[in-house]
């Protein structure tokens, strides 16, 4: 028997709605590209949002074709994020950081039809689309009178003439909610990037789950300033999430150094900020050199990359915020885990709390999890057992986009690529990560890809890169190159190489000469026992 409830999909036009009808005078507030704050509500960007999905209509682009944005976080990219996915389009959100060849590669392999940038990505969007080859208009996300006459560039509008054409009326379609909403390539893995493509039901799912309590407790009563990118797994949520609760949203534009972010959150009455360690670091930095306190921050959402200790103690004993480490992936829309202490640990002294407090937290409810052995054995919930962490639940990819890499689950669990505990409590912590990957200040660097450069190198014999820990980006590569007989590379030679091949900050810091590089059984370069061997090696300064 079925249950006699109505059947409505979940879908990302119904949260704009929501915001337009429920708390539309909440305050949306933008720092821009060019430098300026822009204020409007929610009910200005549900209105613009429509325009979004009208002027898609107006170029004929089809349902689950995909409009790519190049952009940091703001009220336009906010709009985009409904009119494109609400109208049955799919939102591809392009990480600007990336090389000009890399932004090419994906653009091309999603395919993207429509293409939205930040005016200051002009100087990207020159050196890269000619070769977008599925590109047919691009959309500069400034007024009118703002667009280059010059450009070059076939196709470029403004936003603003775009959708100020379309009108603010707009019937959403009663998509299937399990529809493309949106995507979001990861390079996390080895290989080419590959794309999560979230559905409307898995977003808004991920919507709710991100505004529990025990995740990142999201109400009407808060000011949001996301510093995660948008380009980076939707801003961890936080736009649909706020849209759905009413929070007051801040969006800091491009300019995320620790001044700037402090005058916003001071200027802007943030409650609750959420981004990658190194953001923090540079916050953390900013407030003691200026003596500065924050008069109403609460709590500060970090992931991404690990959490030092020491910034979550800075955090909590100098400026009475609460900092809530959390888990994710990419894959995973993002958040898995978020760390907030039980009831019953709310009596235990504050050092043993902090034990706790270090650890990425326990997962919230729609994410299921386990560790195992090497051999697929679920191994205890002990806090000392330490195996391959496995997840799987609705907003988890079931397969990347156009089934690249082939089926990435393991009996319908999705392997992270990390290594940890859970203990009793349900806490995990990250020990490790089992994939070959570099992240430093929050973004990936593919180990395989700056060995495959060296590699091209007419005096390198074999190349393995490596993380070391980094004060404030957290990793950062090294390069360990066996010369090939007879042959004497120097340091400024191999770094040359890099030039133009890949994005300065992927450029390793250094590199090192051995005679031999430890090989497996199989052949396989054995990084774990060159991460030991260089752990101490100390990078130079500039890095
Ligand atoms: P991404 O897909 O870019 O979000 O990266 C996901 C990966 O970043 C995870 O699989 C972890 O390796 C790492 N990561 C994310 N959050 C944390 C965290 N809080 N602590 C340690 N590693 C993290």
């Given at each position: 028997m079925l249950g006699l409830m109505q059947d409505q999909g979940l879908l990302i036009s119904s949260l704009i709605e929501f915001a337009d009808r429920n708390h539309g005078d909440a305050p949306i507030v933008s720092r821009r590209v060019e430098g300026d704050i822009h204020r409007y509500t929610y009910r200005d960007a549900a209105g613009r949002a429509r325009r979004v999905a009208n002027a898609l209509d107006a170029d004929a682009i089809e349902q689950g074709e995909r409009v790519a944005t190049l952009a940091w976080n703001g009220y336009r990219h906010f709009e985009l994020y409904f009119g494109v996915s609400g109208s049955g389009r799919v939102l591809h959100t392009l990480n600007p950081r990336l090389a000009p060849d890399q932004v090419v590669w994906i653009a091309n392999h999603a395919e993207d039809r429509v293409l939205c940038f930040d005016m200051s990505f002009l100087p990207l969007v020159k050196a890269v689309w000619q070769r977008?080859?599925?590109?047919?208009k691009w959309v500069a996300l400034c007024e009118a009178d703002a667009l280059?006459?010059?450009?070059?560039?076939?196709?470029l509008v403004s936003y603003e003439a775009w959708i100020g054409a379309a009108s603010d009326r707009y019937t959403w379609p009663a998509l299937d909610e399990r529809t493309a909403a949106s995507l979001c390539y990861t390079s996390g893995t080895t290989g080419n990037p590959k794309g999560a493509l979230y559905s409307h039901r898995s977003t808004v799912l991920h919507a709710f789950a991100a505004a529990l309590p025990d995740a990142?407790?999201?109400?009407?009563?808060d000011s949001v300033l996301?510093?995660?990118?948008?380009?980076h797994v939707n801003a961890w949520g936080t736009p649909y999430a706020a849209a759905m609760t009413g929070a007051k949203l801040v969006f800091p534009g491009g300019a995320l150094d620790g001044k700037s972010v402090y005058e916003l959150i001071e200027s802007e009455g943030v409650t609750l900020a959420a981004g990658v360690p190194t953001v923090w670091l540079g916050l953390l930095n900013h407030m003691a050199q200026a003596g500065a306190r924050f008069s109403t921050l609460q709590r500060t959402v970090i992931g991404g990359s690990a959490c030092p200790p020491a910034m979550i103690h800075t955090f909590k004993e100098q400026y009475g915020v609460a900092v809530l480490h959390a888990w994710g992936m990419t894959e995973m829309s993002p958040l898995g885990t978020v760390c907030n202490l039980k009831g019953k640990q709310l009596a235990l002294p504050p050092d043993e709390q902090m034990k706790t407090l270090v650890k990425q937290g326990r997962a919230i409810y729609g994410v299921d999890m386990k560790i195992v052995d090497p051999e697929g054995r679920e191994l205890p919930w002990d806090g000392q057992a330490s195996g391959d962490l496995l997840v799987k639940g609705p907003w988890i990819i079931s397969s990347y986009f156009k089934g690249e890499g082939g089926d990435p689950l393991r009996d319908g669990w999705f392997p992270t690529g990390d290594v940890a505990t859970i203990d009793a409590d349900g806490f995990l912590q990250i020990?490790?990560?089992?994939?070959d990957v570099i992240k430093s200040g929050g973004e990936w660097i593919s180990s395989i890809d700056i060995e495959n450069i060296a590699m091209a190198?007419?005096?390198?014999?074999m190349a393995a890169c490596i993380a070391v820990p980094h004060p404030k980006w957290d990793e950062r590569p090294l390069l360990v190159v066996m010369p090939k007989p007879g042959t004497h590379p120097d340091r400024a030679d191999i770094l040359r190489f890099y030039e133009g091949r890949v994005a300065k900050w992927q450029v390793p810091d250094d590199v090192v000469f051995v005679d031999a590089i430890p090989l497996g059984a199989t052949g396989k370069m054995q990084k774990m026992k060159l991460r030991e061997q260089f752990r101490d090696h100390v990078l130079p300064a500039a890095g």
């Open positions: 977008c080859t599925t590109v047919r280059p006459a010059d450009s070059g560039i076939d196709g990142m407790s999201l109400s009407a009563r996301p510093v995660v990118p948008m380009f020990t490790d990560r089992s994939k190198h007419p005096a390198v014999a």
